[in-house]
């Protein structure tokens, strides 16, 4: 069964920083890419960022450009989100999310983590 | 970027009725559109995928269809675990985006 773990959120100042995790099991993680989506409060979702299989492809949106890196370490099934300049707008349930399909690039998000609750507030 | 319009906000129906859910891209996105459902407290799940193929394990009631900007996902026939709020997705072009959303809620 695939599962997905995500951790790291917490309460943090503007201008903080962060760094969230997904531990993947299941699977072979390093054949998936996988992304971040978030959920601010009673909002709908956003995707944030993508990560090939290899970690070389990376897509960010535009308003966590320069702000955030997505990575992962194949060796340890792990998914990662640093976050830097942190705003309040960045308020969310950060959600990972694996590609779904056989592998490799397919445009579809399944399953998804429980998600982590990162707040961003003085 | 391709914004994705969802309609109705909110659709309140009947156990066993018929839902019919809306999605209008700003561009051509070809076949490249998927759904999602989303359960309180819960993370979404996929539903259908490239507008009308159900993902594992989803009941045949769900079916998808559209092309080019306009698309609908569709319930025969209500079951009670299907309110929620509903998603759809593109992947035609980065970023990716999701519609706002629509409530299915019970009558």
């Known amino acids: 069964e695939v599962q997905l773990l995500e951790s790291g959120g917490a309460l943090v100042q503007p201008g ?27 909002k709908g979702l956003e995707w944030v960022s993508s990560i090939g299989g290899s970690g070389v492809r990376i897509h960010n949106t535009d308003s966590v450009e320069g702000r955030f890196t997505i990575s992962r370490d194949n060796s340890k099934n792990t998914l990662y989100l640093q976050m830097t300049s942190l705003r309040v707008d ?26 982590t609750l990162v707040t961003v507030s003085s | 970027e391709i ?16 839902a019919t859910l809306s999605c209008r891209a700003s561009q051509s996105i070809s076949s490249y559109l998927a759904w999602y459902q989303q359960k309180p407290g819960q993370a979404p799940r996929l ?19 559209g092309s080019g900007t306009d698309f609908t996902l569709t319930i025969s026939s209500l079951e009670p675990e ?9 992947r035609s072009n980065w970023p990716r985006t999701f519609g706002q959303g629509t409530k299915l809620e019970i009558k």
């Not at chain 1, 592998?103 to 998600?115: E, F, H, M, V």
């Not at chain 2, 299907?82 to 593109?90: S, T």
């Open chain 1, 16 to 42: 903080g920083s962060l760094r969230l995790s997904c531990v993947a099991s299941g699977f072979t993680f390093s054949n998936y890419p996988m992304s971040w989506v978030r959920q601010a409060p009673g």
């Open chain 1, 90 to 115: 960045d308020t969310a349930v950060y959600y990972c999310a694996k590609e779904w399909g056989a592998s490799g690039w397919t445009g579809w998000l399944d399953p998804w983590g429980q998600g």
């Open chain 2, 3 to 18: 914004v994705l319009t969802q309609s109705p906000a909110t659709l309140s129906l009947s156990p066993g009725e018929r």
């Open chain 2, 47 to 65: 539903l259908i995928y490239d507008v009308s193929n159900r993902a594992t394990g989803i009941p045949a009631r769900f079916s998808g269809s």
């Open chain 2, 82 to 90: 299907d309110f929620a709020i509903y998603y759809c997705q593109q």
